[in-house]
């Protein structure tokens, strides 16, 4: 029994002192652990602050450098963003280049490709995008029969007349750039969004 009370005393006594340890008053403040997590380096893509005395008073940095020093020294010339390689155009992951045909460009879209391969789960995500994105105005079913659609009028039933034979290039131009009263999205939804509600709008509200 007085082993018993004699840990539990020694543990309390350490707590205590641990907790003692820990505070933190006027000009001291304590010891920070992994202080180069609590003070990351703010890298700027485009500026960059390249006075290493920067910020010195407030620095706490392992490197020994003040806290607003944000020079990258492992890309030429300090930059912080490394420009790309000369006469290149970046690619996504589906190996597709940005989209670049303008607004008055859109017989030209019909010849575009959907980069975005057909499965399962994308019809599944297409579904949830044209539920979030297109079914205030077009309707669950895309009879442009929404709540929204309803008010303003004139807006394209997807499954009939027309709209059937739309190619997947044409609706994707115009979820992109917009057309009559419907609105451009390109900056509400992502290029690869777009494509996934183009395959469910082409394989489940156009379905034959």
Not at 8 to 33: F, I, K, P, R, W
Not at 66 to 88: K, L, W
Request: aromatic letters at 8%; glycine letters at 12%.
């Amino acid at each position: 029994m007085k082993i018993i009370k004699s840990i539990y005393l020694v543990a309390l006594s350490a707590a205590s002192l641990g907790v003692v340890s820990c505070g933190a008053s006027g000009d001291d403040q304590g010891l920070e652990y992994a202080p180069q997590m609590y003070h990351s380096v703010a890298y700027e893509p485009l500026t960059q602050i390249q006075n290493e005395e920067a910020g010195s008073w407030l620095s706490n940095r392992e490197d020994g450098k003040g806290e607003f020093y944000n020079s990258n020294i492992y890309n030429p010339h300090n930059m912080n963003m490394r420009e790309p390689v000369p006469n290149t155009v970046p690619r996504n992951k589906y190996g597709a280049l940005p989209y670049r045909l303008r607004v008055a460009d859109l017989a030209a879209a019909d010849s575009v490709q959907n980069p975005v391969e057909l499965n399962d789960q994308v019809l599944a995500e297409g579904q949830e995008l044209f539920m979030q994105y297109c079914l205030p105005c077009h309707g669950a079913g895309g009879q442009g029969d929404g709540k929204v659609g309803e008010v303003i009028g004139g807006v394209a039933n997807l499954t009939g007349g027309a709209y059937i034979n739309l190619t997947e290039g044409h609706i994707f131009h115009v979820i992109t750039h917009g057309k009559g009263r419907m609105g451009a999205h390109a900056s509400q939804i992502s290029p690869e969004r777009r494509w996934k509600i183009v395959h469910y709008v082409k394989q489940e509200i156009q379905k034959q």
